[in-house]
């Protein structure tokens, strides 16, 4: 552009300087005077000057009218040229038209420089910059991802599942508890060796009572407190077997093969670092028959989780159910609907070569839990929920029972009827000698000596127990909801305790036992704790006569675990987050019969699901 504009000024100032010569020349020759007539062009012209004439045009050249002025100075002057005959038409129209391509030209290099000039500066290589996409643009973008992620999916066979069927049927679960105990004897507790420790004594060899040999027993620590450090870690999967059979797997770690109690203690199990043993506490295979909506009707075999409605009262809640069960539902409106359940389960079965340390072979003592229980689930109101149940658990075999008369001439001599004695218990329940030992012969030295004993429940167990549970929602998210929970042995024999028990005996020698036991606690919060902030706040009361419950099933956690206790118990929850609680309980107990002992225990627990 810069050169045609260039050429048109230089051919303009040309024509104009010529312009300006034929008119001096003229003025400088011609006198001033009225002329006769107009002179033609030439006649006025100096001759060393030859202008165009027009016998050197082309004879069939057409008119040139004079052109309309234009706004566009370019285009005057080359019309100017045309006129004064220094371009023909055809040039004029040529450079015209070359003009206006490169004034288009021009335009669209300045515009591109305009919108250069206008886009911002290059983003520093430390910064991020987000520019606004049309809508348009992103629908464009997302139809293209799509259709290269399915051609992607179909190459790379997608499809296909990467891993097999099984692992589909399985859902893990598990959690982890670090817990700080401290447990606290205050003074006036009877340390004279008034509580022996009978599940350590029959888990061992037998205990020499002779007076003249006096192997003492092992005792329960009544007046030393200790502080523990308790791990408790659990992990187990559902299965999902099909065809409405399902099953269940769960390890757990702990001290021992104790059933009521998953707590490993840190040090403990040898100290100096050593491993943890892991035991089998869930595996169990399940079917079920429906019909759902509501309603069910399941079949339990194997070790389970409890199957009854109860309080920790009767079933510590680590408790395992070995055996057979059966639990349904049955709807009877939008309101109410009731339950029930049953099952069958082995406490202890001998061993296939009892008794092991010698040829004779003793007969089966197998003990068994029978357990039915039914119950009402009810909707009182639209804040308003209840649920009671009625069980009966009937323990058959439990109770020792006295051995032939015989002679233990040593710790491996067993008794008849050794095998009656508690695989595990805890304490409270009132206790009795197996042995009947000959002391009418010198080979005992008419037993001062060689008094080697095992003992076992002197009480039979029949339980019939009431559980019932109240809740109102009145105040959501919060819930208000009151546990109770009264049980009595109606086997026991108070008669028969009195002739056959060596503990639970107070003042003058008169035994104390009892077979009633009741609980009930207030729990206050969220029935769920599902985020951060959501808490539980709860107190509770019980009163446990010695041979109210079996000890060996109840709460390991009050008084040490077992029976003949009484006291409160309050603590709190508190959720970190969804997966993850702090929880701090204070239990104070003090014994109902015999010696005098009380306890307090505190623990701190930091509990994560996953």
Not at 116 to 137: G, K, S
């Amino acid at each position: 552009m810069f050169f045609v504009r260039s050429f048109l000024i230089v051919a303009f100032l040309g024509a104009s300087s010529q312009l300006r010569a034929e008119d001096e020349v003229a003025t400088e020759t011609t006198p001033v005077e009225a002329p006769a007539s107009t002179p033609a062009p030439s006649e006025a012209l100096d001759p060393t000057i030859e202008a165009p004439r027009s016998s050197d045009l082309p004879s069939d050249l057409p008119a040139i009218a004079p052109a309309a002025p234009s706004p566009n100075v370019t285009v005057n002057l080359i019309n100017r040229l045309v006129q004064k005959g220094i371009l023909t038409q055809a040039e004029a129209s040529e450079m015209i038209q070359q003009a206006e391509a490169d004034a288009v030209t021009a335009s669209q290099n300045a515009s591109a420089q305009a919108d250069v000039a206008a886009l911002p500066p290059l983003p520093n290589p430390d910064e991020m910059r987000i520019t606004y996409i049309p809508e348009v643009v992103k629908n464009n973008m997302r139809d293209q991802i799509k259709q290269e992620l399915m051609a992607a999916a179909r190459e790379e066979k997608w499809s296909e599942k990467k891993y097999p069927d099984w692992t589909s049927k399985f859902r893990p679960f598990g959690d982890l508890r670090v817990r700080w105990e401290n447990t606290i004897y205050p003074d006036g507790n009877d340390d004279s060796g008034a509580f022996p420790n009978f599940n350590a004594i029959n888990r061992d060899k037998p205990y020499d009572a002779s007076q003249t040999n006096p192997n003492y027993a092992q005792q329960y620590n009544v007046d030393q407190n200790r502080d523990r450090i308790r791990l408790r870690a659990r992990i187990g999967t559902d299965i999902m077997i099909g065809e409405g059979f399902n099953g269940g797997i769960r390890l757990v770690t702990g001290d021992n093969n104790a059933p009521t109690s998953s707590n490993q203690t840190l040090g403990g199990s040898g100290g100096d670092f050593s491993k943890y043993a892991i035991w089998i506490d869930r595996a169990f295979l399940s079917y079920d028959v429906g019909p759902g909506r509501g309603e069910e009707l399941v079949f339990l075999a194997g070790r389970f989780d409890n199957p009854f409605f109860s309080s920790e009262m009767q079933w510590d809640k680590d408790l395992g159910f070995d055996g057979l069960a059966v639990r349904g539902k049955v709807k009877i409106n939008d309101n109410v609907s009731t339950f029930f359940t049953g099952g069958y389960f082995p406490i202890y079965n001998t061993d296939v070569n009892s008794a092991e340390n010698q040829p004779t072979k003793y007969p089966s003592t197998n003990k068994w839990l029978t357990g039915a229980q039914i119950g009402v689930d009810w909707k009182v109101a639209e804040d308003w929920k209840t649920k009671f149940a009625i069980a009966y658990y009937g323990f058959d075999g439990v109770q020792g029972k006295l051995s032939k008369p015989y002679i233990p001439l040593s710790d491996r001599d067993a008794g008849n009827t050794d095998t009656t004695r508690p695989s595990f218990a805890q304490r409270g329940n009132t206790y009795m000698a197996l042995r009947d030992i000959d002391n009418s012969t010198s080979a005992n030295d008419y037993g001062n000596e060689d008094q080697y004993q095992y003992y076992g429940l002197s009480s039979e167990f029949e339980n019939l127990t009431m559980t019932g549970k109240i809740e109102y929602d009145g105040y959501d998210p919060v819930t208000i909801s009151l546990v109770g929970e009264a049980t009595k042995n109606i086997a026991f024999d108070s008669s028969t305790n009195e002739i056959t028990a060596i503990t639970n005996r107070g003042g003058d020698n008169v035994y104390e036992g009892g077979d009633f036991g009741w609980y009930t606690a207030l729990v206050v919060g969220k029935p769920a704790l599902e985020a951060f902030g959501d808490w539980q706040a709860g107190f509770g009361y019980r009163y446990v006569e010695s041979d109210a419950v079996v000890d060996g099933f109840t709460d390991s956690d009050f008084g040490g675990g077992g029976t003949n206790v009484k006291g409160f118990t309050l603590g709190g929850t508190f959720a970190l987050s969804p997966f993850v609680r702090l929880s701090l309980v204070w239990m104070s107990a003090n014994e109902i019969a015999g010696p005098p002992l009380s306890s307090d225990i505190i623990q701190f627990d930091i509990n994560a699901n996953f």
